[in-house]
């Protein structure tokens, strides 16, 4: 499946889906009808049973995404309505980011600014390229960054360093990035592409079933819930009783062979 959305490129290889923002003239800035695209974007992903990773990235290898695009914000902020729909348009599209099924991974050379690194946020993991810069800008254009991406921010740096990157918008490096946790990995450019296709492969080999298990958990975790719930024990019953990994993971280790997983969200 190889597709066109407004703004973004979808092509489907290998169990691994990868999203394109498609805007390098316009280093890849996010526009209101590519926000409102999104969430569609990500269903169709998501309801794909040969998908089991999804990589986002921007074309040209200049950006990632220099986020939201400047050039639309005099129409779009011209009314409080239209402020209204703009910000929950970006809600949308992060949101289905976060909440996919399916392990996310936003593979990031180059700029990643503002709107665009809030969606690299929003995914699971982040890879960068040793050249990618970061940067949080809202304080250089009056600007307020919105409540869910500042979250974002604030649970992967802490305070201190969210507040550092907000009032000063500077750019980062790489490598503080890294050190600072708004990046999961750093490799050199020349092999970004290649160290996200070997994680995402290794990934496609593994129980779909546990992976997504886990997401579901760990959200579960960041939205405040604190005890199992009556979801959680369903999925430890289901594992028990009919979860096909489950049976294939148990006997492939008891016979000392590599499992093959068949289970497809």
């Known amino acids: 499946m190889d597709e066109q959305v407004p703004g973004f490129g979808l092509?489907?290889?290998?169990?691994?889906?990868?999203?394109?923002?498609d805007r390098p003239d316009k280093h890849n800035a996010l526009s209101l009808e590519m926000w409102l695209a999104l969430p569609g974007l990500m269903a169709r992903v998501a309801g794909d049973t040969a998908?089991?990773?999804?990589?986002?990235?921007?074309?040209?290898?200049?950006?990632?995404?220099?986020?939201?695009?400047?050039?639309?914000?005099?129409?779009?902020?011209?009314?409080p309505e239209g402020t209204a729909r703009f910000n929950a348009a970006v809600r949308a599209g992060n949101l289905a980011v976060e909440r996919c099924p399916?392990?996310?991974?936003?593979?990031?050379?180059?700029?990643?600014?503002g709107g665009g690194c809030g969606l690299a946020l929003h995914c699971d993991l982040r890879f960068a390229g040793a050249g990618a810069r970061f940067g949080v800008t809202p304080a250089k254009l009056g600007f307020v960054y919105p409540f869910e991406d500042t979250r974002r921010l604030v649970d992967h740096v802490g305070p201190a360093r969210a507040k550092d990157l907000l009032f000063s918008g500077r750019l980062i490096g790489a490598a503080e990035a890294l050190a600072i946790g708004l990046v999961d990995r750093v490799v050199e450019d020349e092999g970004l592409a290649a160290a996200v296709r070997d994680y995402a492969a290794n990934l496609s080999g593994l129980s779909q079933f546990s992976i997504q298990a886990a997401k579901r958990i760990i959200q579960a975790i960041q939205d405040g819930e604190s005890a199992v719930t009556d979801a959680g024990v369903a999925t430890f019953l289901e594992q028990a009783a009919s979860n096909v990994d489950f049976q294939e993971g148990r006997d492939a280790f008891l016979a000392k062979r590599r499992p093959k997983f068949s289970w497809r969200g």
Do not use: N
Request: a negative charge.
């Open 102 to 113: 399916k392990p996310t991974i936003a593979q990031v050379s180059g700029l990643c600014v």
């Open 51 to 79: 998908v089991q990773v999804v990589v986002l990235t921007g074309a040209g290898g200049q950006a990632f995404s220099a986020g939201a695009d400047i050039a639309e914000f005099a129409r779009l902020f011209a009314t």
């Open 11 to 21: 092509a489907v290889s290998d169990g691994v889906a990868t999203v394109t923002v």
